[in-house]
């Protein structure tokens, strides 16, 4: 049994691991950190179970985007402490006061990130904020199967191929009671490179990372900065932001993505927006505003629901979407391919980021210098 025939095709989802009736697969790691299914032949009855649920190479149910808004949560903590404007907060406020469980991505205990299940807001608040490294979802499908089957309300939430890919696990189950958040996706990084950064983070600055956050808030919500803590002292660099922002540590599947469209998997998209000052600048205060796209009735349902926490205005869907590329397309690989991953597999982290810094600084600076001058030009022009 295959179960993809090239790392474009698997996006690493694990539905393929946790509806296999054998439990002959298994999640592992490659030499790049990204996890694919392994099957153990031995245990393996080729009943095809594991091909078919695959969402990426054969597709998943599709909610069209119905509605765009604009949304900030009116707890200004939640705010800075979200990556946009807080409205994963408010909806999955609306699960937990059902006595439901929600489910996303959190640092463990060593920084790597993965899927857990919550249901009390203080575990919840762990999943707050995005985190730039590919999630493992672990044995989470199999969980929201069975929190569904006991009855409960549910909020699965992460990248759009894992709802896909949970959505297709659970074919057969009532989904009556399951709500889902998909985000727009620039694209995953891998986890063992995330590793190495924290690695290096230790080594420079001579301690213990003991908290880190992928985009530093209190220097704008535009900065495009990591905030590292070293035994509770925090630095600010751009070097992780530089290679996530620039494609060089994503994953190959993200290239392929079949996700970067309006068709959404889940009932809700969550995002940046990134167009807020030419539809709706006043609303802008640089501390983050979420684009909410509301893709199914379940989806509205909630957002009527959620109105007494946030601050929200309904935009034009098109005009919205336009300035997040990821609505439309996959992330371009690097004009310069692997460069990232040869330097790495020949010197090692160091030198592999120390090299890819320095490109895209020198590209950042050339782009800004054009700016700069063009803007001269144009005001001895006048
Ligand atoms: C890898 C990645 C790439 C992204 N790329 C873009 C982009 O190109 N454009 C854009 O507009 N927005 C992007 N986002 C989404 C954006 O960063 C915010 O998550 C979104 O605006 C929601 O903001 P919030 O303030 O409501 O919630 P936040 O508090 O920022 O996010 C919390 C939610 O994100 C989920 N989450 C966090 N990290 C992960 C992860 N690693 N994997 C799966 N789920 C995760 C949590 O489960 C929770 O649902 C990306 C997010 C991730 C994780």
């Given at each position: 049994m295959e179960i993809f025939d090239s790392k474009n095709n698997c996006c690493g989802c694990s539905a393929c691991e946790q509806i296999c009736p054998k439990n002959a697969i298994k999640m592992k790691p490659d030499d790049r950190g990204f996890l694919y299914p392994v099957i153990d032949n031995s245990l393996?009855?080729?009943?095809g179970a594991c091909k078919r649920v695959c969402a990426f190479q054969n597709g998943y149910e599709k909610n069209r985007a119905q509605k765009a808004y604009a949304i900030k949560h009116k707890d200004f903590n939640t705010r800075m402490t979200?990556?946009?404007?807080?409205?994963f907060i408010a909806i999955s406020d609306f699960i937990l006061e059902k006595n439901g469980s929600v489910y996303g991505a959190a640092f463990d205990d060593d920084f790597s990130v993965c899927h857990i299940r919550t249901t009390n807001k203080s575990e919840r608040?762990?999943?707050?904020?995005?985190?730039y490294v590919q999630s493992n979802v672990k044995d989470t499908f199999s969980n929201v199967k069975q929190d569904l089957k006991n009855g409960m309300y549910v909020l699965f939430s992460g990248t759009a191929c894992q709802v896909g890919g949970l959505k297709n696990y659970l074919?057969?189950?009532?989904?009556?009671k399951l709500y889902t958040c998909d985000l727009v996706c620039h694209g995953v990084p891998s986890p063992k490179i995330w590793k190495e950064y924290l690695n290096h983070c230790e080594k420079k600055y001579n301690g213990k990372v003991t908290n880190a956050n992928f985009?530093?808030?209190?220097?704008?919500?535009?900065a495009h900065k990591e905030a590292i803590w070293i035994d509770g002292k925090k630095y600010n660099s751009n070097e992780y932001a530089y290679l996530f922002n620039d494609n060089?540590?994503?994953?190959?599947s993200c290239f392929n993505c079949?996700?970067?469209?309006?068709?959404?998997?889940?009932?809700f998209t969550l995002a940046d927006f990134w167009g807020i000052n030419n539809?709706?600048?006043?609303?802008?205060?640089?501390k983050g505003v979420s684009l909410l796209l509301v893709n199914s009735s379940k989806g509205a349902e909630v957002l009527e629901a959620c109105k007494k926490d946030i601050e929200c205005f309904e935009c034009d869907l098109q005009k919205s979407a336009k300035p997040n590329p990821n609505l439309y397309m996959s992330s371009q690989k690097p004009?310069?391919?692997d460069y990232f991953w040869n330097n790495y597999e020949k010197y090692g982290f160091e030198k592999a980021l120390n090299k890819c810094y320095k490109k895209v600084f020198w590209v950042k600076l050339k782009i800004r210098i054009r700016e700069k001058s063009n803007k001269v030009k144009r005001i001895f022009k006048k």
């Open positions: 393996c009855v080729e009943c979200s990556r946009s404007g807080g409205v608040d762990r999943l707050k904020g995005s985190k074919k057969n189950t009532d989904t009556s985009r530093d808030k209190t220097l704008g919500w535009n060089y540590i994503s994953r190959p079949k996700f970067t469209n309006l068709d959404r998997p889940a009932d539809i709706l600048p006043e609303f802008n205060d640089n004009k310069d391919g």
